[in-house]
């Protein structure tokens, strides 16, 4: 089991920056590529971005290509998403995931290849 909890969200204006953090227990943390999804209201969950356990192998949806990056930390466990040139419609519920990828080393942009999820985190763009 790995147990996944995000934080960092909050309010911020649009054009501002945020940056969020997932600390993973649990399981060994440097096996598993992390991703990044998020999910507005009313909308369906979208894959934001993922890394690879080495943190070489990175790969961004293209609505944030550019303005977000994903980073990893394995000796605190931790993954982070740093959100720049912020926009209303980044606005949604943050969530990490976990995927194991056993010996391979590589990212995961599909939601079915993650084993474990976080409860979430609230970004709000204000306009």
């Known amino acids: 089991q790995v147990q996944l909890v995000e934080s960092g969200g909050g309010l911020v204006q649009a054009g501002g920056s945020l940056s969020l953090s997932c600390a993973a227990s649990?399981?060994?943390?440097?096996?598993?590529?992390m991703g990044w999804f998020r999910q507005a209201p009313g909308k369906e969950r979208e894959f934001v971005a993922t890394i690879s356990w080495s943190g070489v192998h990175t790969y961004y949806a293209d609505s944030v290509k550019g303005r977000f990056t994903i980073s990893r930390y394995n000796a605190k466990n931790t993954v982070f998403l740093q959100m720049n040139s912020l926009k209303p419609e980044d606005t949604a519920v943050y969530y990490c995931?976990?995927?194991?990828?056993?010996?391979?080393?590589?990212?995961?942009?599909?939601?079915?290849?993650?084993?474990?999820w976080g409860q979430g985190t609230q970004v709000t763009v204000s306009s």
């Open positions: 995931a976990a995927g194991s990828t056993g010996a391979g080393d590589y990212y995961i942009f599909e939601g079915v290849g993650y084993d474990y």
């Open positions: 649990g399981r060994t943390f440097s096996r598993y590529a």
